[in-house]
């Protein structure tokens, strides 16, 4: 099993940018494909992005951040990033960072672990 707790977020303002990390501990980190999801109030959890397993060669997005979010890896710091650029008030949402990502070959994005979540705002 692997603990998952998120760090980074915070009150931005629109067009700015934050840096969201997940350091992992508990189980080995690279045999985790990793990702993030966000949850804004009174709307269903969304994915974000995910990125493969061990070397993380392979990065996914969703459509609302293509361009604007880069998620990356350091295993040697077992600890999970997402870059944000170009931030908009609609990327106002509690972020959580997730081990065992799996579903993106029917688009139904899921994972086996869960972290707490980091607020991010982002202010017009």
């Known amino acids: 099993q692997v603990q998952l707790v998120e760090s980074g977020g915070g009150l931005v303002q629109a067009g700015g940018s934050l840096r969201l990390s997940c350091a992992a501990s508990?189980?080995?980190?690279?045999?985790?494909?990793m990702g993030w999801f966000r949850q804004a109030p009174g709307k269903a959890r969304e994915f974000v992005a995910a990125?493969?397993?061990?070397?993380?060669?392979?990065?996914y997005y969703g459509d609302s951040v293509k361009g604007r979010f880069t998620i990356s890896r350091d295993n040697a710091k077992n600890t999970l990033y997402l870059q944000m650029n170009s931030l908009i008030p609609e990327d106002t949402a509690i972020y959580s960072c997730?081990?065992?990502?799996?579903?993106?070959?029917?688009?139904?994005?899921?994972?086996?672990?869960w972290g707490q979540g980091t607020q991010v705002t982002v202010s017009s």
């Open positions: 990125i493969s397993w061990q070397g993380g060669t392979a990065t």
């Open positions: 508990g189980s080995t980190f690279t045999s985790y494909a």
């Open positions: 997730a081990a065992g990502v799996h579903g993106g070959s029917s688009g139904d994005w899921k994972a086996d672990y």
